[in-house]
């Protein structure tokens, strides 16, 4: 029996997706009564024919302090887990955890788990001190324990391998594609018409679906909107989705600086059944990002036939290939020439979609669950 760790909730941002594609995969595609999964209560119930609901995984001082001695002597003083009864998972012979956390070696298991990027070693400005810290030792530990990593990108596995001395043979690289609701999305004219009107959206717009984290970098696209604004005369729509991190308020400051409020539209809260309508209304994803281990909407917008133009961050020429349009972005004069260009060339955006569909092609539910368990039977066989 395999354990399912998707202790994760939407504040989670991207990683909250990733867990729910995997689950999704492996419910679809894998032995399905071979999971359990460990939910929280904001995560999709009904994936596996098993199921616990976790609804507080929180540790109190004392229970810390055993994991701290254990990992750093291996002395094992009582249920590390603390708040998840042994009697639960007495049956696992293997957990996964798509979030990075020192949790699965506390539970005297074998485990796989994701590290998703090491930002804080670019970054390290958008993280405080205790941040870096932690991350630093949550890390290392976990690559440590772990029989296997898994990560999302050639660009992260390098930096496991460097940052974190991890032989390559312990790192696979998996994308994860994009979730059921788009896989599995059959945009109608008469729900695009429907979206349409119930957001106002402008007839033309850039979509940028993204949290407000600093590295997100929504204040130098602003400010490339505003120098195109300046310099042509063309105002380009741009509709942001994404929850309100405590970057919001210095983006809408932004937008009311450059005098953008009628151009610039933050939709709030979107149900997923809209969001294949909003890539597929839209002229084009702008993919704006300073970091990025791996862009979900790039697989989305990809997956959708929608054209785009990013920034040339970490992973995302591999994501898009060669013949992707690119610009620096610390650049904003770069990124506002890249964006000019794709916004006024039809047959450039055409291009990029076609190029696009092609490179996700292979990116199958069916073809992740199969290399995931790929990597899960080889644990268990170690």
């Not at 001695?69 to 009697?87: C, D, K, M, Q, W």
């Not at 485990?111 to 810290?133: A, C, G, M, N, W």
């Not at 496991?160 to 999305?185: F, G, Q, R, W």
Request: proline residues 6%; hydrophobic residues 40%; charged residues 20%.
């Amino acid at each position: 029996m395999i354990g399912l760790l998707a202790l994760v909730t939407k504040n989670n941002g991207g990683i909250f997706q990733y867990a729910i594609s995997m689950a999704q995969a492996l419910s679809l595609h894998g032995e399905k009564s071979n999971y359990r999964v460990f939910r929280t209560p904001e995560f999709p119930s009904g994936l596996m024919d098993q199921e616990k609901e976790v609804p507080d995984f929180t540790v109190n001082v004392a229970v810390k302090a055993l994991r701290y001695v254990y990992l750093h002597t291996g002395i094992r003083l009582g249920n590390l887990a603390g708040f998840l009864p042994s009697e639960s998972y007495k049956d696992i012979d293997l957990f996964v955890s798509p979030m990075t956390t020192c949790l699965p070696a506390y539970l005297d298991r074998p485990y796989v788990v994701t590290i998703h990027d090491l930002q804080h070693k670019y970054y390290p400005q958008f993280f405080s001190l205790r941040e870096r810290l932690k991350r630093d030792y949550l890390y290392k530990n976990t690559a440590q324990k772990a029989r296997a990593i898994l990560c999302e990108s050639q660009f992260v596995k390098r930096d496991i391998c460097a940052y974190l001395n991890v032989p390559e043979e312990k790192v696979a690289v998996i994308p994860s594609p994009p979730p059921v609701s788009i896989i599995h999305s059959d945009v109608t004219e008469d729900q695009m018409k429907q979206t349409k009107l119930r957001y106002q959206l402008p007839t033309r717009y850039l979509f940028y679906p993204a949290q407000f984290w600093p590295h997100k970098n929504h204040i130098r696209l602003i400010q490339a909107l505003y120098l195109i604004k300046q310099n042509t005369g063309t105002d380009i729509p741009l509709i942001l989705i994404g929850s309100k991190q405590n970057y919001f308020s210095q983006v809408e400051t932004e937008i009311q600086k450059a005098g953008l409020g009628k151009q610039i539209r933050y939709l709030g809260y979107v149900p997923d059944s809209d969001i294949p309508c909003l890539y597929t209304l839209s002229t084009g994803l702008v993919m704006p990002t300073l970091f990025e281990s791996v862009s979900m909407p790039i697989w989305e917008a990809m997956h959708l036939g929608v054209p785009i133009v990013s920034s040339t961050a970490c992973s995302l020429p591999e994501q898009l290939g060669e013949e992707g349009l690119y610009f620096d972005p610390l650049n904003v004069d770069d990124m506002a020439e890249k964006i000019s260009l794709f916004w006024t060339s039809e047959a450039l955006r055409t291009e990029l979609a076609l190029i696009s569909k092609e490179r996700i092609a292979t990116m199958t539910l069916e073809n992740y669950a199969r290399k995931l368990e790929h990597i899960f039977q080889k644990v268990l066989c170690f």
